[in-house]
């Protein structure tokens, strides 16, 4: 497993503990729920405890109301006048009949929106790290038919201009049969009918690498390495030749496998001569 990989492996385990760590906050459901009134002393409840149920209607000032028990006899006036009072009777009511209490539509919109946040961020983590599975660059890219790409990389005052291919981030260059025999590539499934693919990254600091006509090779523009046609090490601070795909004929057409880059040492010999011209980087910096 490369670092990328596990740098992404462990942002995704700190988002899951985070995760789980806002569900036992909303929910409650933790190692110990703890009843908070059990650590407040008696005579602090007893003091704080209203007197009336927030319910009630609220009286004028300086009235006070008065209940009259149903069991409890009123009293009739000596001169036999009929006294009125009235009487409040307060009827307990089912959960249906009441509904959703403030509290609980805020715990539900606070969980709701927590749950939609963890599954927001459980999709990003997910596509960082699950591989792409068809299309794009990690996948078999059809680059052409074959014959098409050889005419269009030789050039008529028999120059080469490799042609690129942005959906596999590769250079397709010739190889002849020649010289394939007697580079470090000779066997291995990164040539076929005399097409090579080198990726467009320069292995010092992955900077883009540019193709130079006039010398008929490579040369990044960033810190000097240079490199010949089919990606062999020539100069510059690179360790090491251009990466490589792994290639195939299939009906015709070039198949470049982006799904794993191949990389190869220094090479001992040029199998490809460099450079056939002035450098790039050398015009550049005389002028």
């Keep these: 497993m490369t670092l990328v990989e596990l740098s992404f492996a462990g942002f995704a385990l700190v988002g899951l503990l985070g995760i789980i760590g806002i569900v036992v906050i909303v929910t409650g459901r933790g190692p110990k729920n703890l009843n908070w009134k059990k650590n407040v002393e008696k005579k602090a409840l007893k003091e704080d405890k209203s007197a009336t149920n927030f319910l009630e209607p609220e009286l004028p000032k300086g009235e006070t109301e008065t209940i009259i028990d149903e069991e409890e006899e009123q009293e009739v006036p000596s001169d036999g006048a009929v006294k009125l009072e009235e009487k409040v009777i307060y009827e307990e009511l089912s959960e249906e009949e009441i509904g959703i209490n403030r509290r609980q539509f805020l715990t539900k919109a606070l969980r709701i929106s927590f749950g939609a946040f963890a599954g927001i961020q459980l999709i990003s983590y997910l596509g960082f790290i699950w591989p792409k599975v068809s299309g794009g660059f990690g996948s078999k890219i059809d680059a052409g038919s074959i ?119 220094r090479a001992p010999g040029m199998s490809v001569k460099y450079p056939q011209g002035l450098s790039c980087i050398a015009l550049t910096t005389e002028e």
Aim: aromatic share 10%.
């Design 147 to 265: 014959e098409d790409i050889k005419n269009q990389i030789f050039q008529a005052d028999g120059s080469v201009i490799p042609a690129f291919i942005p959906a596999a981030r590769a250079y397709v260059l010739p190889l002849s049969e020649s010289a394939a025999a007697n580079s470090q590539f000779s066997s291995g499934s990164t040539v076929t009918d005399g097409l090579v693919a080198v990726y467009q990254r320069c292995v010092h600091l992955g900077c883009r690498v540019p193709w130079c006509n006039s010398s008929q090779g490579f040369e990044c523009p960033c810190h000097g390495s240079k490199y010949n046609m089919v990606g062999e090490y020539f100069a510059g601070p690179a360790p090491r030749n251009l990466d490589r795909f792994n290639v195939a004929n299939v009906s015709g057409r070039l198949i470049i496998d982006t799904g794993t880059i191949i990389e190869s040492p």
